[in-house]
Each structure stands twice: as structure tokens, then as C-alpha cells.
């Protein structure tokens, strides 16, 4: 079993930058696919972006390619998304996910471990 617990959400001006940190449990977290997804009020949970256990390879939902950046630090149990030049559509519950069976994916469906969530809110 798995636990994920996010960290570093909050209240931001547009135009501004927060870094949401995942903690993972565990020892095999440097062998699952990690990624962040987000929930909007009224909307479905969206992929935002994921990264393979060799950091190797990332992928990004097209509304945030260049303005968010994920990492991981295997040695640390953590994953990150970096979010820089924020918006107000960026207002969502950012959950972070580990896929314990698969190189990297970006279905929802396929992550076998989830966050409780965290809000990150950007004001105009």
C-alpha cells in the first residue's frame, strides 16, 4: 500500500507560481509512474501531467505545457509540479497519483493510489 500526501496548495494572484509537493510511502515509489491531476468545480478530474520512474519522460495537458513543470526525487519519496505564470482556469483540487503496473500513463483509470487532493486557487 501506498499513501500520497500533497502539500504547498494555497491562494495566488494570477500571473504568479506555487510548487505542490507529493510524499509518497513506501519503497517502491522509484518504480511508479507518477502524476497530478486536478478537479475543477463542476468539471471532470483531467490529467495535468506525469513522469516515468527514470524521470525520463514527462507529458503535460496542452493548457499548461511551458508554464508547469513536473520532477521527481526518487531518493526523497516526492514528486512536484512546479506551476509558474498561473491563471484563474488553473483553480482546481490538484490530486496526485501513482500507477504501480505501467511505465507511464495518463488515464485516470490506471493509477492505483491517490491523494486526499489539495486547492489551489488563483484570484484575477
Known amino acids: 500500500q501506498v499513501q500520497l500526501v500533497e502539500s504547498g496548495g494555497g491562494l495566488v494572484q494570477a500571473g504568479g507560481s506555487l510548487r505542490l509537493s507529493c510524499a509518497a510511502s513506501?519503497?517502491?515509489?522509484?518504480?511508479?509512474?507518477m502524476g497530478w491531476f486536478r478537479q475543477a468545480p463542476g468539471k471532470e478530474r483531467e490529467f495535468v501531467a506525469g513522469?516515468?520512474?527514470?524521470?525520463?519522460?514527462?507529458s503535460y495537458t496542452d493548457s499548461v505545457k511551458g508554464r508547469f513543470t513536473i520532477a521527481r526525487d526518487n531518493a526523497k519519496n516526492t514528486v512536484y509540479l512546479q506551476m509558474n505564470s498561473l491563471k484563474p482556469e488553473d483553480t482546481a483540487v490538484y490530486y496526485c497519483?501513482?500507477?504501480?503496473?505501467?511505465?507511464?500513463?495518463?488515464?485516470?483509470?490506471?493509477?492505483?493510489?491517490w491523494g486526499q487532493g489539495i486547492q489551489v486557487t488563483v484570484s484575477s
Open positions: 497519483a501513482a500507477d504501480r503496473r505501467r511505465p507511464f500513463t495518463t488515464r485516470e483509470g490506471d493509477y492505483d493510489y
Open positions: 513506501g519503497r517502491t515509489f522509484s518504480s511508479y509512474a
Open positions: 513522469i516515468i520512474w527514470s524521470s525520463a519522460l514527462t
